[in-house]
């Protein structure tokens, strides 16, 4: 089985500048993505798509490959990536690269660990899934019976006719994908025009082990959960 890693890091982000090569508790971004897709030790390859060649030479220096560099039209905002992931899928096997499975690992979430990846890779394998997406667990004061609008100043339940659940042992478990941190898919979904497919697997993660790098403030909350998790050694 062929299992290529993808890691997509255009060189533009307005949030946060040069988001991608941040420095994180003394590594950057893209090396903690790095890093872990290598000592997952599942992924047959590990390439980096990107725009950007200060971002290309960061990546060939912690290991791992940049074949291309990313067309303009899938490097902007509004770009999605579904179109990356298909770039990436398009160049491989046009190179007569065997895929298997596509790994999307997303730069802004530096505390996934290598054991995330390949427990994922094993559940799709496993289940012989359509995808298998990282999922976190919502928080139960963002459960959707909890969740209210504010119509003429008043305060409403957004589930209209929902019932009153105040403890929170009473409500449902509900999830969100965690960025993701994590997307394992096979080609035949991609090729489908969907990241997930009819048959998605949730793979669950921790809140802490899902921080996702989106605002500045997000900078410095990950860089002391990664210090906090070093000492804890």
């Not at 921790?206 to 990664?226: H, N, R």
Request: proline share 6%; net charge negative.
């Amino acid at each position: 089985m062929s299992v290529i890693a993808l890691i997509p890091a255009r060189g533009g982000s307005k949030g946060i500048p040069g988001k991608n090569l941040a420095i994180v508790a003394g590594r950057s971004l893209i090396t903690y993505a790095i890093e872990a897709a290598h000592s997952a030790g599942c992924c047959d390859r590990i390439i980096v798509s990107t725009d950007d060649e200060g971002i290309a030479r960061a990546a060939r220096e912690c290991g791992a490959e940049v074949p291309f560099m990313r067309p303009s039209e899938l490097a902007a905002d509004s770009s999605p990536i579904l179109g990356v992931l298909c770039h990436a899928l398009d160049w491989c096997e046009k190179s007569g690269e065997r895929v298997d499975a596509m790994v999307l690992l997303q730069p802004t979430s530096p505390l996934r660990r290598a054991q995330h990846i390949s427990e994922a890779v094993a559940l799709f394998v496993q289940r012989h899934a359509a995808s298998v997406v990282s999922v976190m667990e919502v928080p139960h004061q963002f459960n959707p019976l909890s969740v209210l609008s504010i119509e003429d100043g008043v305060l409403q339940s957004y589930l209209k006719d929902s019932p009153r659940i105040t403890r929170r042992q009473d409500k449902p478990k509900v999830y969100a994908r965690n960025g993701p941190a994590i997307l394992v898919c096979s080609p035949s979904t991609l090729r489908g025009g969907d990241l997930y497919g009819h048959d998605s697997v949730p793979y669950l993660m921790s809140a802490t082990d899902s921080v996702d790098v989106d605002e500045p403030e997000d900078l410095e909350l990950a860089a002391w959960l990664i210090e906090r998790r070093r000492h804890a050694r």
